[in-house]
């Protein structure tokens, strides 16, 4: 079974850092691209950022609001994607999840994540 | 940056009846376009990729349409667990962009 579990959400002030982590089973992870979409409360979807597989390169890309900020890295060894998230504005509040398409679909994200709550307030 | 406008914004609909909804693209994504299911405190669920593909899993009563700048989402009878917020991505250009979503609620 394709399992994604998010977690390192947390209360923070403005300025300070987080680093979420997603755990990923049920399939090769190694190969996937990985993504980052955030929802701040009572608002739609906005993508956030993915990962290639290392053997597409490894690049990163990310949404313009939090370019220069963020950073996703993976760890193919333990099967985990990080999203190291610096300078944290109050619009930066959301529910953060992972996605990937984990081989169950050509496009689209099929898997996500449960999603973890990020708090940006003084 | 592809603007994905959605419409409506809410759709009330009876149970058993039909809803569409559209999804429009500032520029043309080809067929790059995805739909999704979100349910309060749940994650999106995928439901239509390649503008047209249904995900594994994913009942024949939803069914997508369109290419270029429009798209449809049809839900052909709509079941009690089918109200929902609907969202259109497209994956076509960078950075990836989704709608702003479509309220299906009960009439």
């Known amino acids: 079974e394709v399992q994604l579990v998010e977690s390192g959400g947390g209360l923070v002030k403005p300025g300070e850092s987080l680093r979420l982590s997603c755990a990923a089973s049920g399939f090769t992870f190694n190969n996937a691209w990985m993504t980052w979409v955030r929802q701040a409360p009572g608002k739609g979807l906005e993508w956030v950022g993915r990962i290639k597989s290392k053997a597409a ?5 990310y949404a313009a609001p939090v370019a220069g900020r963020f950073t996703i890295s993976r760890d193919d060894l333990k099967n985990t994607v990080n ?16 996605a990937t398409p984990a081989g169950i679909t050509a496009a689209g994200y099929a898997a996500w994540g449960q999603g973890t709550l990020v708090t940006v307030s003084s | 940056e592809i603007v994905m406008t959605q419409s409506p914004a809410t759709l009330s609909v009876s149970p058993g009846e039909r809803a569409t909804l559209s999804c429009r693209a500032s520029q043309g994504v080809s067929n790059n376009l995805a739909w999704y299911q979100q349910k309060p405190g749940q994650a999106p669920r995928l ?3 390649a503008a047209s593909t249904r995900a594994p899993g994913i009942p024949a009563t939803f069914s997508g349409s369109g290419s270029g700048t429009e798209f449809t ?5 709509l079941q009690s667990e089918d109200f929902a917020v609907y969202y259109c991505q497209q994956y076509n250009n960078w950075p990836l962009t989704f709608g702003g979503g479509t309220k299906v609620e009960i009439k």
């Open chain 2, 47 to 49: 439901l239509i990729y």
């Open chain 1, 57 to 61: 390169g490894g690049t990163t890309e």
């Open chain 2, 73 to 77: 989402l049809t839900i052909s009878s």
């Open chain 1, 83 to 98: 999203l190291q998230m610096n300078s944290l504005k109050t619009e930066d509040t959301a529910v953060y999840y992972c």
